[in-house]
């Protein structure tokens, strides 16, 4: 696969998800690993858009665990239930939240963060549960909307039995 991304000259969300969809399936298409496939679907976000920081979390016992990410150093593990992270797992639903100053409970792994958005990763044998949460952070207020929710949701329901293991 080409290993550079072909996008519209355009800073419309929704043309670049659009863009980006077929490219990030061709991306993990050939390549079984979930730690490969996490972070190029991370460079990928981060080059498409210019996001602060985006990354994965993955479920290991009862924590949330740092996976592939791009962007500045982040905190290590997140418990079920804190942060935006442990919250969208607990509710097994994305979170947008405009500004992180006004949820309560956000942890704050660099102060530049002002919005957020985390999805979750669904198991490929069992869709009620999360398997892993993809965090992307924003240093604008107000950064996400419907749109982003959208077009990540769609992606990772392409792509999700991409980013974990085979056989469990
Ligand atoms: N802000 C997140 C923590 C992860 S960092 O933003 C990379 C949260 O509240 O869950």
Same mark, same amino acid.
């Given at each position: 696969?080409? /290993?550079?991304?072909?996008?519209?000259?355009? !800073? !419309?969300? /929704?043309?670049?998800?659009?863009?980006?969809?077929?490219?990030? /399936?061709?991306?993990?298409?050939?390549?079984?690993?979930?730690?490969?496939?996490?972070?190029?679907?991370?460079?990928?976000? &981060?080059?498409?858009?210019?996001f602060?920081?985006?990354?994965?979390? +993955?479920?290991?016992? *009862? *924590?949330?665990?740092?996976?592939?990410?791009?962007g500045?150093?982040?905190?290590?593990?997140?418990?079920?239930? &804190?942060?935006?992270?442990?919250?969208?797992?607990? =509710?097994?639903?994305?979170?947008?939240?405009?500004?992180? /100053?006004?949820?309560?409970?956000?942890?704050?792994?660099?102060?530049?963060? +002002?919005?957020?958005?985390?999805?979750?990763?669904?198991? +490929?044998?069992?869709? &009620?549960?999360?398997?892993?949460?993809?965090?992307?952070?924003?240093? +604008?207020?107000? !950064?996400?909307? *419907?749109? !982003?929710?959208?077009?990540?949701e769609?992606?990772? *329901?392409?792509?999700? =039995?991409?980013?974990?293991?085979?056989?469990?």
């Amino acid at each position: 696969m080409a /290993e550079q991304l072909t996008l519209p000259p355009t !800073d !419309d969300r /929704e043309a670049l998800y659009t863009a980006l969809l077929p490219q990030v /399936e061709a991306l993990v298409a050939g390549e079984s690993d979930p730690v490969a496939n996490m972070a190029n679907v991370a460079a990928a976000l &981060r080059v498409t858009f210019g996001f602060f920081w985006v990354g994965f979390y +993955r479920v290991v016992g *009862e *924590e949330l665990v740092l996976g592939p990410f791009q962007g500045p150093l982040a905190c290590t593990r997140i418990g079920f239930g &804190r942060g935006v992270c442990g919250q969208a797992w607990n =509710e097994r639903r994305t979170l947008v939240v405009p500004d992180v /100053e006004k949820f309560p409970g956000h942890i704050a792994c660099s102060s530049a963060s +002002r919005s957020e958005i985390v999805v979750p990763v669904f198991n +490929r044998f069992d869709p &009620r549960q999360v398997v892993a949460v993809l965090d992307i952070d924003s240093d +604008r207020v107000n !950064d996400f909307s *419907e749109r !982003d929710r959208e077009g990540l949701e769609r992606i990772l *329901e392409r792509i999700g =039995e991409k980013l974990q293991h085979e056989n469990k």
